[in-house]
């Protein structure tokens, strides 16, 4: 199991909470597990072709995502993945 963080900015739309587990050994399963526990919230992450939506980061242990289109990250030994929106603007 991985620990989840979610941001404020994503649990403000969507009933999850702000730290829960969730388990996978590649990024896009822990992403379907956290959508078989809290149906719908993969919507809010991916994109309808999914991808990692523009202004969704994430984080696995301390660095960002590297395959943003296929989420293969690999979680093995992987002990925390952060899951926030991107700010942008100028």
């Known amino acids: 199991m991985v620990r989840v963080r979610i941001s404020s900015h994503l649990t403000r ?3 999850i909470p702000a730290e829960c587990e ?3 050994s590649t990024l896009r399963e822990l992403v379907t597990n956290l959508n078989d526990q809290y149906p719908g919230v993969a919507d809010y992450i991916l994109h309808e072709t999914g991808e990692l ?3 969704v980061s994430i984080f ?3 660095r960002i995502v590297i ?3 296929a989420l293969s ?3 093995l030994g992987v002990e925390e993945v952060s899951i926030m929106q991107a700010l942008s603007g100028g």
């Open 13 to 15: 739309h969507f009933a």
């Open 73 to 75: 990250d690999s979680l």
């Open 67 to 69: 395959d943003r289109r």
């Open 60 to 62: 696995v242990g301390e």
């Open 22 to 24: 969730a388990c996978g």
């Open 53 to 55: 939506r523009q202004h």
